[in-house]
């Protein structure tokens, strides 16, 4: 019941640069599963700015090159949207720029992580340096392309995680908006809140009118994404709600769920982390991470989670 869906286009090879005009790039890795991210840049006359790196030496190699094929101008500056290694771990490739993002986003990367093994499919991370973002603000700041301005904004509370930001470009209407997004992919809350992430899309994300956006994971999209994610995340919660008041665990919740509609989305595994943070967004304490992803193995058969990054 809880196979993961990935093609086969998870190759590098796939990936592509998406090209929003003035100056303003995307790229996107199919098939926007478990650490295949999207990344973007912005160029300039004299530099680039370049929104997060990707989850191993491979993958943002690649993005290096695709990316020097389009200009030869310098990285100067590397914005990561959140902790998450599927958007920092290639930032040590990135050793001529300055690192950009929220004081906690730097914080959690200088969190030693316990082994994993057990929970994806083994990849290749390659070799690269630990590199922490090491310019960091506490709500925001305003980076300048040229003359045009780039408003880059904590979100002010926990969603996808608790050190989320947006890359806004007004007068564009583009958004980077990382993982507060996923377009066609599950979308994951275990490190962040439910409810935080629903406040969010409704109060910041969807306000902004952006005809753009630039999700974390999946094809570049217009704002019809959002309801999409919202509609799931408030599905989430009631069943959450439900759940806990007749006793069920997370896991058992999620074993009686009908997916429906959202079980065509990549890695539907991720409802069982997602009703661990719901239960606790609903006053169930904290999540212990490692027994929520544990339960998501186990979810999806005692097979470790597909990864083809
Ligand atoms: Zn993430």
Known sequence: MSTSRHDHAASIENATIEDLGGGLYAYVQPDGGWM??????????????????????RRTRAFRAKLAAITPAPVR??????????????????????????EQTRAELLVKVPPLDSIWEPIDAGSVPPAPPFLTYTSGLTLWIDDLRCEVKHVGMPAHTTNDSILWVPDRSVLYSGDLLFNGGTPFLVSGSVTGAIRVLTEQIAPLGATTIVPGHGPVCGPEVIAGVLGYLRFVLSTAERARAAGLTPLEAARETDLADFAEWTDPERIVGNLHRAYADLGGGPVDVLAALGDMVTYNGGRP???LA
């Open 36 to 57: 295949i991210n999207n990344t973007g840049f912005l160029v300039g006359r004299d530099g680039v700015t370049v929104v997060d790196s990707c989850s191993t030496e």
């Open 77 to 102: 500056v590397l914005v990561n949207t959140h902790s998450h290694p599927d958007h920092t771990a290639g930032n040590g490739l990135f050793g001529e720029a300055a690192i950009v993002a929220h």
């Open 305 to 307: 989670l597909t990864c």
